[in-house]
């Protein structure tokens, strides 16, 4: 068991984002990773450095299954760990490491941002409309690159729901001076024939190019590839996801049922009404024109050739986290 | 020549109509035909018969002015008129009653095809369907719950409809008796459309090429369906088509209040941010498999058929002139 310290700021971390008060996916992995620093400089011995990780991983990853870039940072930070172990390292060392590795994680992230903003601001060209849903931190960061290129866009914004996130999207870009529309979810088809381009942000991409996305992004995407309206995917490789090279399938996290609805309106509609309320839904990749990675503009189906750059060899050498949490869990019995 | 003096009744229903207290294309076609039918009651100096039809043109124009965007009360009332100027009247007595049976001819018509269109479509339900609706019905509701009366078990999907969450009184309407029901926000429909066997939704206008103008949403449904192989049925009363179409007008897409998404807050903290609320979209034919209607069920593209057999009179006297069916040409020439 972890000390209770370490289980609040856990279960903190947990509830805001099964509630979606983090909404963006880098964010998500951002917050993550600086909540997990801080449960690491709680550690008094390697024995609780290795319990409080491992529990705290294990309940945020819980939290958001779909999250690539939250399970390949976490095993980056297991690797080391095991590493540590093997090599009887001090704890005060090995925390100094973990430390430095979630840094550098965090960095990329943002780093990595930064480059896909450049190249997708490099894709909009004066007079679009650009059409998304969600929030995304790289989305953003393009539409600012763009706005400082000099071009002149407009973006039209889905609310979507649940999170009512496309507020948010048209309140920052109000106050940068972007002309903004809100829409309803609903009007996406409605306004696609205004559209000139679509970008969506991305939680996770599968090993066939399919995008894990904010739920939403996928009738986006239909709706943009019916209308011949071009889709551009913002993501880090930090959010390949390698577990589904060798068929594993990735699990939609559902949102709780007030994220909608309240206990007051829910009674007055009556009794027994369920509620389903998917958070993320997967982008076919035929409706994926481009991915704009940190590397470079890739198409979707590319992902392998990338994925072969980055580590050498194709399939990638990686453990399962479980498994690595696991294998660390019996190194300190 | 006096001043037309219309009853105090009937502005009150053109006021309620106007005001949306009468809602609903059922409805408000049905409040339209009962106005006509106590103007016609009413009319007190049963002198000149062009006076009289002068009188029940001026109660026409006023209907017609409430909701200008509405099918189903111009149909209502063309229905009305239209047969009205046709048959050759020699009296007053004669005119009034004609109103009076037609009028109550179309409110029967009217009520009875919400029902029938639910005993025609529940018979394309079979036991386990998983069936996604849009927004509220009554014509899919009828259809939903008729099938569940026949004891097919049946799970739906209910969007709740943003802005203004008319998925809330389907999902009522169908608990209420006691039909399982999931609610399920609009941007999910292509996540759930795998699960989902068949979508039935209801329309507001159906156009003469057989689109459809429903609630903002249903295109996007529609094409998810499509995307999915899963059937699309639209539920529409016959009142629903639009003949103003036949001649090529463009059916005009109502454009609704910021305040329908947003808060007034949240306008005036962001004067920039322009938000747009149209309150419903079309539906291309291809993507519909076929429009229940109390006649029958028919493939979209037919929906010319429906409006010829329904309103061919309404087309002439209303829309353009010149305008002939095909066998009313041929007697002329023949």
Known sequence: MVKKDVALLVSNIVENIKEWNIRSSSGVAEAALETLAKIIKLSSSMNELVNNVTYAMHEIVASRPTSAMLINSFREILLNLKQGLKKYMKHEEMIEILLRRISYLIAKSRSDIEKIATIGANRIVDGDIIITATYSKTIMKIFEKALKQGKRFEVYVAESRPGDDGKIVASELSKMNIPTTLIVDSAMRFFMKDATKSFLGAEAVAANGAVISKVGSSLLALVAHEARVRVFVASSTLKFSYETIFGELVKIPHAPEKTILNEETKARIGKGLKVEIPLLDVIPPEYVDAIITEYGVIAPQALPILMKEIYGKWPPEYPDLQVLIGEIRSWVK | ?334
């Not at chain 2, 004669?94 to 049976?101: D, F, M, P, T």
């Not at chain 2, 920039?272 to 493939?299: C, H, M, Q, S, W």
């Not at chain 2, 037919?302 to 002939?324: H, N, P, R, S, T």
Request: some cysteine; hydrophobic content about 45%.
């Open chain 2, 1 to 334: 020549m006096g001043k037309v003096v219309i009853p105090f009744e009937v502005v009150k229903i053109a006021e309620d109509i106007k005001a949306m207290r009468i809602r609903g294309a059922g409805r408000i076609a049905r409040a339209a035909a009962q106005a006509l039918k106590i103007a016609a009651e009413k009319y007190v100096e049963k002198k000149d018969l062009t006076e009289f039809i002068k009188y029940i043109d001026e109660v026409a124009k006023l209907l017609l002015s409430t909701r200008p965007t509405a099918v189903s009360l111009p149909n209502a009332v063309m229905y009305i008129t239209s047969r009205l100027k046709r048959a050759k009247m020699k009296t007053i007595d004669e005119a009034i009653s004609l109103i009076v049976k037609l009028s109550n001819e179309f409110i029967e018509y009217s009520k009875v095809a919400t029902e029938k269109i639910g005993i025609i479509g529940s018979r394309r339900i079979q036991n386990g369907d998983v069936i996604l609706t849009h927004c509220n019905s009554s014509a899919a509701v009828s259809i939903i719950i008729n099938a569940h009366k026949q004891g097919k078990k049946i799970k739906v999907y209910a969007t709740e409809t943003r802005p203004k969450f008319q998925g809330y009184i389907t999902a009522k309407a169908l608990l209420s008796e006691g039909v399982d029901v999931t609610l399920i926000p609009d941007s999910a429909v292509r996540y759930i459309m795998k699960k989902v066997d068949k979508v039935i939704v209801g329309a507001d206008t159906v156009a003469a090429n057989g689109a459809v103008v429903n609630k903002i949403g249903t295109s996007n449904i529609a094409l998810a369906a499509k995307e999915a192989r899963v059937r699309m049925f639209v539920a529409a009363e016959t009142y629903k088509f639009s003949p103003a179409t036949v001649i090529g007008e463009l059916v005009q897409i109502e454009e609704r209040s910021p305040l329908e998404i947003v808060s007034e807050e949240y306008l005036k903290e962001h004067p920039n941010v322009k938000v747009r609320n149209p309150a419903f979209d079309v539906t291309p034919p291809e993507y519909i498999d076929a429009i229940i209607t109390e006649e029958g069920l028919i493939p979209p593209q037919a929906a010319f058929l429906v409006l010829i057999e329904k309103y061919g009179w309404v087309i002439q006297d209303y829309f353009m002139k010149e305008f002939k069916t095909v066998k009313e040409e041929y007697e002329e020439w023949y």
